[in-house]
């Protein structure tokens, strides 16, 4: 049996929600699905100035029912490995 790794369930996860991104991309162009394209928007913007340093960092997420259901998907087939 395979040691289960962390770093590989969050490449599944991050590859899960990447499918499901693209998949919601695809169905937009359908009306009927629209409540599964519909994104929700999560960001974090953290700055500082400190004198001798500043920096400001924007980390923007948009996520949507499809993605959710991937990444779900996704944590399935790894713990099914």
């Given at each position: 049996m395979m040691k289960k790794?962390?770093?590989?369930?969050l490449l599944f996860i991050v590859l899960g929600l990447a499918g499901g991104a693209l998949v919601s991309r695809w169905l937009q162009n359908?009306?009927?699905?629209?409540?599964?394209?519909?994104?929700?928007?999560?960001?974090?913007?953290?700055?500082?100035?400190?004198?001798?340093?500043?920096?400001?960092?924007?980390?923007?997420?948009?996520?949507?029912?499809v993605s959710i259901v991937f990444a779900l998907l996704a944590v399935w087939l790894y713990r099914k490995m």
């Open positions: 790794n962390r770093w590989l369930l359908f009306p009927a699905l629209s409540f599964l394209t519909q994104t929700s928007e999560l960001s974090w913007s953290p700055a500082a100035d400190l004198i001798v340093i500043s920096y400001d960092l924007t980390l923007s997420v948009e996520i949507s029912l």
